[in-house]
């Protein structure tokens, strides 16, 4: 198109697009209803399904006013998503749609904390498989480091750093492990994901003073965040940096992995699977099966297992619905 230009998309509310082109400049847009159509779908639907992600490059042209129009979006390197949460009180049955977080991402950190949440190993290892099947470079924080010891975590940061995984151990409030965090970010778009109020908007605020996110609070009866970021942002924070802050999770449930792919995205499961006795071994009550055998031998923590079969049955529990 003649006058189609391309930026990325940094921030998504209701119908409005906010583009970020290589000038700096920010853009409101809105989609074409002509390319609504080429998705196949109806107007009333649109918003069901997402057409357009934090973090797309789109061709755009302007209109007379200097808001935009996105005509197209541009293939994505990869992208992360999970199924849409269920409503509170919904039953089991219905088809349950791909969100998607963000596109074209390069580093997926993770935010943990040790206290106010609690730890949650599986929460994180269910993140490390969106993060593993979507292709993008997997990298674990664990916030919070002036409420306890490190004594209390040290056996999971041994436990996901021999599986290969970078593990930072920050403090926000006490500015600790930050200069290493921001080293690993630089040059790369890092999305920023995990729990709520584990502290992802005040390491950002710590890392790039510039950003003034709003942080909040923790509620003192669940000892949970509030969801205080509620909209995706990215945001440039130098030249060829970018950062991605994100509103926090309760839940998450990987979205198209098929069961008999899943043990892929264990990392330290893999190079024991060739030994199982069947090809098709989903690792859980099969003759000869090498995981298990592994785990029964402490070679494959019980935890990372039990993390397994929990993602594997959530997978089935979805085909039967
Ligand atoms: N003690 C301590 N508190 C922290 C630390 N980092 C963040 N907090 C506190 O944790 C609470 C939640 O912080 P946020 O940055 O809003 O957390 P978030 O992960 O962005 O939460 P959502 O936006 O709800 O997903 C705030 O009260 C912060 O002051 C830390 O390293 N130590
Ligand atoms: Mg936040
Ligand atoms: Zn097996």
Redo the contacts with the bound molecule.
């Keep these: 198109m003649e006058d189609s230009i391309q930026a990325r998309v940094f921030k998504i509310e209701s119908k409005d697009y906010f583009l970020l082109d290589n000038g700096g400049n920010e853009i409101r847009c809105s989609l074409r209803g002509k390319f609504k159509k080429e998705f196949g779908l109806k107007a009333d639907k649109l918003y069901k399904v997402d057409i357009v992600a934090v973090g797309d490059i789109v061709d755009f042209e302007f209109n007379k006013d200097g808001s935009g129009v996105i005509n197209k979006v541009l293939p994505r390197k990869n992208y992360l998503s999970r199924k849409v949460p269920k409503l509170k009180g919904a039953g089991t049955r219905g088809e349950r749609l791909e969100q998607i977080i963000a596109a074209n991402v390069d580093n997926l950190i993770i935010?943990t904390s040790r206290k106010?949440p609690e730890f949650n190993n599986r929460l994180l290892d269910r993140l490390i498989v969106t993060g593993e099947s979507s292709h993008v470079s997997v990298k674990i924080v664990i916030?919070?480091?002036?409420?306890s010891t490190e004594k209390e975590i040290r056996d999971w940061i041994e436990l996901y750093s021999k599986i290969g995984y970078d593990v930072f151990e920050?403090?926000?409030?006490?500015k600790t492990g930050i200069s290493n965090l921001r080293d690993s970010l630089k040059g790369q778009i890092n999305l920023f994901w995990?729990?709520?109020?584990?502290?992802?908007?005040?390491?950002l605020n710590v890392l790039y003073p510039e950003l003034d996110l709003k942080?909040?609070?923790?509620s003192q009866s669940t000892s949970k965040?509030?969801?205080?970021?509620v909209t995706s942002l990215l945001k440039k924070v130098s030249d060829d940096t970018f950062i991605i802050?994100t509103?926090?999770i309760r839940e998450i449930d990987p979205y198209g992995i098929r069961k008999e792919d899943l043990s892929h995205f264990f990392l330290d499961f893999s190079p024991y699977m060739k030994d199982c006795r069947f090809n098709t071994c989903t690792h859980q009550h099969e003759p000869g099966c090498a995981i298990i055998e592994a785990v029964e031998n402490k070679i494959i923590h019980h935890e990372r297992y039990k993390s397994y079969l929990n993602i594997l049955k959530t997978i089935e529990d979805d085909m039967n619905f």
Excluded: Q, Y
Excluded at 215 to 218: N, P
Excluded at 225 to 229: A, D, L
């Design positions: 935010i106010l916030n919070k480091a002036d409420l920050t403090s926000a409030k006490e995990g729990h709520s109020g584990v502290g992802k908007s005040s390491l942080i909040g609070e923790i965040g509030k969801h205080t970021t802050d509103p926090g």
